[in-house]
């Protein structure tokens, strides 16, 4: 590609400005979440265990592709403030749940209102529609790139580039 095509090429603007865009969101979001004394991590697995209930340790790791060990440590910090407590599974007893403890429950229950309100004044410079529609965008690029990484393993790895 000629310098002037790659100038003007679309796909590596789009590239830029949603990175800048992620960047600029995630950094209001992330600020907002240590302002708590809490890590993006540790954040992640409070909200995941307030608004679904108790999860295994691999669920967990399984859902925001973090390893299980590191999982476990995060967890283990958890406990250790008696925000969460591991349970013994009815249905399989390898297994233990991770389950928010009152104690746990009241303090998300003061922060993640005022995490919520956070949010929405991140997004609030573009109306609802606008929301829908780049939520539509993002979940079909979202899909687009996994299918483009599964096609990549199965053609013996990733591109280079």
Known sequence: MKKEEIENNIDLKLSRVWRRAMMAVMGNIKKNILSY?????????LELLYNMGPQ??????????IPS???????????????V???AC??????????????GRT???DIFPKHADV???TFSFINDDEKRLLIDFLKKIGLGAEQLKSTH???GGEQNG
């Open 37 to 45: 004394g809490l890590s993006m991590e540790t954040f992640i697995i």
């Open 56 to 65: 295994s340790v691999q669920k967990i790791s399984e859902k925001f592709s």
């Open 69 to 83: 060990g590191s999982i476990t440590y995060v967890v283990d910090k958890l406990e250790k403030k008696e925000l």
């Open 85 to 87: 407590f591991r349970q």
């Open 90 to 103: 009815p249905t399989d007893r390898r297994v233990s749940n991770v389950v928010l403890t009152e104690r």
């Open 107 to 109: 303090m998300f229950d």
């Open 119 to 121: 949010i929405s004044q």
């Open 153 to 155: 393993v199965e053609n």
